[in-house]
């Protein structure tokens, strides 16, 4: 579990970076370089997650609950709404982007708030809280920015990003449903 734990505070610790210590990326770009920054920055998110990955993998399986039947099917449905959204977040503006405002945050909340809901093992609580709470922080401190006029600009709004969107969403979605999640995670999302 300690693995676990300690990939999980660095990879978030690494995304929170410009929430909790606003001036160390400007820091660091001035020491390292921009490539350099984000050269040491890259290795270490892999690092860490990889440190999750096996984290989570050798961590023991304790249930706290047992999710209720059903669940797996609900965890399913808001996969599909997480992963347009992650999708709508990598294309130019669409009405969701524009509406989710920061589309790729409101992925893995709903990701880790999914994945919460049809997994009651002390393991997965702490992993899916963990990014929970991470989206939860970051969106917080995304509105704060605005506010201070740091924003994205989404003046041109175009619908077809939206059509691309939700047909490239549902096809990662089907991809990771029916095959990649057992091929990569070893669980099959919908299997009873």
């Known amino acids: 579990m300690l693995i676990l734990i300690i990939g999980l505070i660095l990879f978030l610790g690494l995304h929170l970076i410009r929430v909790v210590a606003p001036g160390l990326r400007a820091a660091m770009v001035a020491r390292l370089g921009l490539n350099g920054w984000k050269g040491m920055y890259s290795v270490l998110a892999l690092v ?3 440190l999750v990955a096996y984290g989570y993998s ?14 797996k099917h609900l965890t399913a449905t ?4 997480a992963t347009i959204c992650l999708i709508a977040g990598f294309l130019p503006a669409g009405h969701i982007a524009v509406k989710a405002k920061h589309p790729m945050v409101l992925a893995i909340k709903i990701w880790a708030l999914a994945h919460l809901l049809s997994n009651g093992s002390v393991r997965s609580i702490i992993l899916f809280a963990a990014f929970l709470a991470w989206g939860v922080i970051l969106r917080i401190s995304l509105k704060r920015r605005a506010r201070t006029g740091e ?4 003046s041109f709004v175009a619908t077809k ?3 691309y969107a939700v047909v490239l969403g549902l096809v990662v979605w089907a991809a990771i449903t029916f ?3 057992e091929l990569l995670i070893g669980v099959a ?3 009873m």
């Open 58 to 71: 050798i961590a023991p399986v304790i249930n706290v609950w047992f999710p209720p039947m059903g669940m």
């Open 48 to 50: 860490a997650i990889a």
């Open 189 to 191: 999302p919908l299997a």
């Open 151 to 154: 924003s994205v600009d989404r």
């Open 78 to 81: 808001l996969m599909v709404f």
């Open 161 to 163: 990003y939206d059509l």
């Open 179 to 181: 095959k990649l999640h």
